[in-house]
């Protein structure tokens, strides 16, 4: 096994740990700057480098001068800079794939092409779904502000974190927070839908089913889903009232409130995101 960290006694620096110990320097320096990547993908979302780089045509790779020309800089040759290292980051996570020519004056050139994962944070397929609602959510302030309380929510006991950090439960704080609820039901819409493709090619038991209810189903996509593929059921959904308020309308289906569940559908399936 090939040692560790070595240097000549002239330097200094004696011999370090074997390879076990500079691996697991290795993972805790990875574990403390983890939350890196998960940023850095967000912003790489929102700036519409992702999309960019799926869209290429004929899969060429871009630099990062060409992805900054589709964007409205200030100083294009900084925000280049600055996507270059963005770009770098991810690709040392597979997120993106990185090739390195010669450019102007011999300096190296890299290149950036999207890596397999890149089409589940893609927004062009409405049908396949995208976890970047689901990234823009997990990582989003008000829910990364609840993660400084779990400690004091562990000793202390009482409220969740999630309620120390803004003084009431998720579900009723969602109810005052529209770009939170919309937020929160963007990224279940699309998640259901992911999942939904998969069970609906693989689960065949709602062919008896005639009335279906989704109880606690969002916006109605898994609903939908259903519905759209057994056009012989009726299916109902409910949810809270600010989650009903942006579900929509579509035939073949009724919506309601947790208050106002009709006793006639009590007995039949319920389906659960």
């Not at 609906?200 to 593929?229: A, E, P, Q």
């Amino acid at each position: 096994m090939a040692s560790g960290i070595s240097r000549t006694p002239a330097t200094g620096v004696t011999a370090g740990g074997g390879d076990d110990e500079e691996a697991a320097w290795l993972h805790a320096l990875e574990l403390i700057s983890g939350f890196t990547v998960s940023m850095t993908l967000k912003a790489a979302i929102q700036l519409g480098l992702i999309d960019a780089l799926t869209a290429a045509a004929d899969g060429r790779a871009l630099t990062a001068g060409e992805l900054v020309a589709q964007l409205p800089a200030v100083d294009d040759a900084e925000a280049a800079t600055s996507v270059d290292r963005m770009l770098r980051l991810l690709a040392s996570f597979n997120v993106v794939r990185c090739s390195t020519e010669a450019g102007p004056g011999g300096d190296p050139l890299r290149r950036y092409s999207p890596a397999p994962v890149c089409r589940w944070f893609t927004a062009g397929d409405n049908h396949q779904g995208s976890l970047a609602p689901r990234l823009m959510l997990d990582v989003d302030e008000d829910n990364l502000s609840t993660w400084h309380q779990m400690a004091a929510a562990v000793v202390s006991g009482g409220p969740s974190a999630f309620e120390r950090a803004h003084g009431m439960p998720l579900f009723e704080y969602m109810g005052t927070n529209h770009r939170f609820n919309m937020l929160f039901n963007q990224a279940m819409s699309q998640q259901s839908m992911m999942v939904m493709n998969k069970l609906l090619d693989r689960f065949h038991g709602f062919d008896g089913i005639s009335v279906l209810v989704d109880v606690g189903g969002g916006t109605g996509v898994t609903l939908k889903m259903i519905i759209s593929r057994y056009k012989h059921i009726t299916g109902v959904n409910f949810d809270l009232p600010h989650v009903i308020s942006q579900a929509p309308s579509l035939p073949g289906w009724v919506q309601g409130r947790w208050e106002e569940f009709p006793v006639q559908y009590a007995p039949v399936a319920v389906a659960k995101r």
